[in-house]
Nanobody, 123 residues
């Protein structure tokens, strides 16, 4: 009923920039917190940044000052602007959202993950 689809990953050189997008689709009533997480090879998935429905943001220390999270509620989309990229930013980036959705007259609240988008450094 609900899908999160990321886009925007790819190859990047150190110091480069990328912009990730994640669109939420389905019978959406509302979306609360949205966020980005990442998982590097051999490591656990970790928080990158989150944004509340009101626009409050929180960042992991390694990305503060380099990454910016934003959202467009009308488009049901969350973005991650990544600047000054470093090799240690290489990971699969996952979108996450707390979604209230409906089916008929029933309403549901669930947390969803996207399928991930790869960010890789090219030497």
């Amino acid at each position: 009923q609900v899908q999160l689809v990321e886009s925007g990953g790819g190859l990047v050189q150190p110091g480069g920039s990328l912009r990730l997008s994640c669109v939420v689709s389905g019978n959406i009533f509302s979306i609360d917190t949205m966020g980005w997480y990442r998982q590097a090879p051999g490591k656990q998935r970790e928080l990158v940044a989150v944004i509340s429905s009101g626009g409050s943001t929180r960042y992991a220390d390694p990305v503060k000052g380099r990454f910016a999270i934003s959202r467009d509620n009308a488009k049901k989309t969350v973005y991650l602007e990544m600047n000054s990229l470093k090799p240690e930013d290489t990971a699969v980036y996952y979108c996450n959202a707390d979604v209230q959705w409906y089916s008929g007259r029933m309403y549901y609240s669930q947390n969803y993950w996207g399928q991930g988008t790869q960010v890789t450094f090219s030497s």
